[in-house]
């Protein structure tokens, strides 16, 4: 950890010195930047995250506290992270729908939320304008073009739900009993909601 630094700017957060921060980002303690990563101007990154390896967040992202965002994750103007989210290595967020070099589309970036306790695996493609619901879970390589609900679990291309996923992050039976922690869950809509 010796390239590791605290920066006078946010105390209690550490940055490898390859990493750069532009002024105008907020980042809470006990955070880690890891090698080569860039936070741009206008983020907010909450307490105890880790940011991985060769990142780019913001600039205008709020990423909650306790989130674990792997390896080579972009997280484009519009993308906004609950607590304790999960993003696998080389995800990837979009934030407009109809790219074109040529074209300025700054005004079409589209808002992607994530909620608290998401899961989203290697390689998965969250298409922006999308909301993932809490504690939901995106298997690796999965393109997501809808919304999705909370606890679901969603694999394949275009990604569909093919079960539920406890708090816990374990694959629920059709008791919707978690059965690591006990807990119960019921269906609502196109989601889930805790019991017990």
């Given at each position: ?9 946010f105390p ?6 390859s ?7 907020e980042?809470?303690?006990?955070t ?28 205008q ?7 674990k ?7 484009y103007?519009g993308v906004?992270l609950?607590?304790?989210?999960f ?22 970036f ?7 306790g ?20 995106i298997?690796?390589?999965s393109?997501v073009t ?6 679901a679990?969603m ?6 739900r ?6 816990a ?6 008791d ?10 019921r ?10």
């Amino acid at each position: 950890m010796s390239e590791m630094r605290e920066d006078p700017r946010f105390p209690g957060v550490l940055i490898h010195v390859s990493s750069f921060v532009d002024q105008g980002a907020e980042i809470g303690p006990g955070t880690k930047i890891w090698h080569f990563t860039h936070i741009l101007a206008g983020t907010v990154i909450g307490a105890n995250c880790s940011i991985g390896q060769n990142c780019m967040i913001g600039p205008q992202v709020k990423v909650g506290d306790g989130c674990k965002i792997q390896n080579n994750v972009s997280l484009y103007d519009g993308v906004e992270l609950g607590d304790d989210v999960f993003c696998g290595p080389s995800c990837v967020f979009t934030n407009v729908n109809t790219p074109r070099a040529h074209v300025n589309r700054k005004s079409e970036f589209r808002p992607t939320p994530v909620g608290r306790g998401a899961t989203i695996g290697a390689n998965a493609t969250i298409v922006c304008g999308h909301s993932l619901g809490a504690y939901a879970f995106i298997g690796a390589g999965s393109v997501v073009t809808k919304d999705v609900g909370d606890f679901a679990m969603m694999v394949g291309n275009p990604a569909r739900r093919i079960g539920w996923m406890s708090r816990a992050g374990e694959r629920l039976g059709a008791d919707l009993v978690c059965p690591r922690t006990g807990e119960k869950y019921r269906e609502q809509g196109n989601s889930l909601v805790l019991v017990s």
